[in-house]
């Protein structure tokens, strides 16, 4: 147990999870969830606010159990480990308000960091931009950092406050099995599946759920994080994080070609634009959000999963800012960026700047 205990910890530890992600998350696909999306964190926790009505885009609508295995494999292994620890910080509204403008910022992109790793290994070059964007967008969060910047620091508290995450992951569970109707006579809702797009599109259950627990069990023990390996990178020149991050996007590319899943180019990619503007400049916005906040959307289920309730707030502050998105217009399809996307993530950089430029510690 103590040699599994620290392996995770070193570089073919990590090198490990992210080619474990990277397989599965392509196989995922192969098994029904839609085409460059075998693990998207974003566009997951877009259809669970679709499922919950709180958007009624009627394509993206499902309660992805992959969520909800990433939180309990989390949490599994942190009581294994002895590292399940409540703990609350500063500042919920600035950490909920960080996580709805990273999924603003994603939703114009159409996808997580995860996402932009799986759409290049698909053959996406639209992804380039994205990830160009990406690393923008955190490099910024790294210079409020090095400036000072900081959240406040977390301290103990109640195991129930640990606990709240994971139960609103069970309700949802049994929400998706049970699937109950109770609208119109018990002809509709609460609970909306989507019935044709991306939303209708998901591998079985059980293998869904098994994979997300691996996954969280996993990445947990690794710290995997995709904002934390650029961090380390540009700050302390430490590529640790980013090993396990190039072992994603190579197990992923080879796989899709074994499975006959890539196909490269910029036109006519699943689920993509080819608007490159907006594709930089909204995954800049989710970048910075999720350096402010301290983690990839991945990363803050992970700990939101070892009793985390800041990151736990991170989470509703992104469902609550997907179904914003679409009932706003701010969402892209594939035609291109919605509406309002533009002039939204114009604003999500202005709130964001506005968050580091004040939110900063005298550094002596």
Known sequence: MSYLKSFFGTRWGIILVGAFIGVFAALLQKWGNPPNMGVCVACFERDIAGALGLHRVDVVQYIRSEVIGFVFGSLISAYIFKEFRP?????????????????????????????????????????ILGLSGLVVGVAVGVLFLKKGYSLGRNQRTFT??????????????????????MGDGGKSGPIFFSEKGPGSMHAPLVISLIIGLAVGFLAQRS???????????ILVRNFH?????????????????????????????????????????????????????????????????????DAAMFVIGMITGAGFSHNFSLASSPAGPGLYGPTAVIIGLLVCLFIGFTMREKVE
């Open 87 to 127: 703990r609350v910080g500063s500042a919920p509204i600035v950490r909920f308000i960080l996580g709805f403008f990273a999924m603003i910022g994603a939703l114009v992109f159409l996808g997580c960091p995860w996402r932009v790793l799986l759409r290049l290994a698909g053959g996406d070059g639209n992804a």
């Open 160 to 181: 129930s406050v640990g606990w709240l995450l994971p139960l609103i992951m069970a309700s949802l569970l049994a929400f998706l099995i049970i699937a109950p109707l």
């Open 223 to 233: 710290r995997f994080c995709t904002m934390g390996a650029i961090r380390d990178i």
């Open 241 to 309: 994080l980013a090993s396990g991050v190039f072992a994603l996007l190579f197990a992923a590319f080879v796989t899709n070609i074994i499975l006959g899943q890539f196909k490269a180019g910029f036109e006519g990619q699943p689920i993509a634009h080819n608007n490159h503007i907006w594709n930089f400049l909204g995954m800049s916005l989710a970048g910075l959000s999720f350096a402010l906040a301290g983690g990839c959307p991945g990363r803050q289920l992970f700990m939101a999963g070892e009793g985390d309730g």
